[in-house]
């Protein structure tokens, strides 16, 4: 069965960077596309990363030029790091395999930005 763990969220000030993991376990064929997507309170649950096995990669405006997201293959591992955090970046942050097969979801986990 596939899991997708994350880790390295928590909190920093403004300004400062985090970086996000997302590892897969179990067998995990057909992969497309790995992603992230975040949620803030009360918000809708929005995409915000995406990275494709040629590596191409799409950012939604708000991250763009500050997060950047990258991928093993060989270790199925999708990272986002995160740099010049504001405090409207405060989310569950939740990655994503896209394969043939099946969309798998991360448990997410929380990154807390304070001014």
């Known amino acids: 069965q596939v899991q997708l763990v994350e880790s390295g969220g928590g909190s920093v000030q403004a300004g400062g960077s985090l970086r996000l993991s997302c590892a897969a376990s179990g067998n995990i064929l057909g992969i497309r596309v790995m992603g992230w997507y975040r949620q803030a309170p009360g918000e809708e649950r929005t995409l915000i990363a995406t990275?494709?096995?040629?590596?191409?990669?799409n950012y939604e405006d708000s991250v763009k030029g500050r997060f950047t997201i990258s991928r093993d293959n060989a270790k199925n591992t999708v990272y986002l790091e995160m740099n010049s955090l504001k405090p409207e970046d405060t989310a569950v942050y939740y990655c994503?395999?896209?394969?043939?097969?099946?969309?798998?979801w991360g448990q997410g986990t929380q990154v807390t930005v304070s001014s």
């Open positions: 990275i494709r096995t040629t590596g191409a990669t």
């Open positions: 994503i395999f896209d394969t043939v097969y099946e969309y798998y």
